[in-house]
């Protein structure tokens, strides 16, 4: 007789390798727990071809699911869906491609719960968006330089600088750290043990786990 499933678990991984084959992994454990549960695996069509090839076993009973996505409308050379078929210099473009392709936010950092602006020194991967969008977007961040290469070596000028910026008793620093506490109360509110959305959302994931 057919099993009912009544559930559905949709897993966005970010398009890297990975990120694709621990979401499959994950995927596959949540298949086996959740019997009554429908799984489907969210990517782009190269990605999702390329999971059916190298785990069929895994993925037999596991829904996978092609966005459309043209790498050349996000700025990517052809056929470019993942990390693995990018230089370096061009994972910013993918990050942005796959935050407007699945609208994801970047986790907040830590500091923030308490209430600590930050001064960001991205090096590789998905660390060049993070900082772009906490500076750009939250306003809780300075970057003081990007990358691991002799072009990217700071002075202890700079860095004093942007010190004054994130601690100082100027305007803008002020307007920073306001910014920063409406984050942190936004995160404390989300990991309240009474009720925050974080929370539940963890215990949740983890009863479906069954690690609870």
């Not at 960001?120 to 060049?128: D, N, R, S, Y």
Request: net charge neutral.
């Amino acid at each position: 007789m057919a099993t009912t499933r009544t559930k559905h678990v949709v897993l966005f991984p970010f398009p890297g390798q990975g990120h694709l084959s621990s979401f499959l992994a994950v995927a596959g454990l949540l298949r086996r727990e959740l019997p009554d549960a429908t799984v489907t695996l969210v990517s782009t069509p190269r990605n999702v071809a390329a999971l059916r090839s190298s785990a069929a076993a895994e993925s037999s009973s596991i829904g996978l699911h092609a966005l459309p996505f043209v790498p050349a409308d996000h700025g990517l050379p052809a056929g470019c869906e993942s990390t693995s078929s990018l230089p370096l210099h061009e994972f910013f473009k993918l990050f942005e491609a796959s935050s407007r392709l699945f609208g994801c936010v970047p986790e907040p950092l830590r500091s923030l719960t308490h209430g600590v602006p930050l001064m960001g020194w991205p090096l590789a991967a998905e660390q060049f968006y993070n900082v772009k969008t906490l500076e750009e977007v939250w306003g809780v961040c300075v970057e003081v330089a990007r990358g691991n290469l002799e072009s990217s070596a700071v002075d202890r000028s700079k860095v004093a600088d942007l010190m004054e910026k994130v601690m100082g008793g100027t305007v803008e620093s002020a307007a920073m750290r306001r910014r920063v506490a409406e984050v942190q109360q936004v995160l404390r509110k989300a990991w309240a043990e009474d009720g925050g959305s974080s929370l539940i959302a963890l215990h949740e994931f983890l009863r479906a786990m069954q690690l609870r």
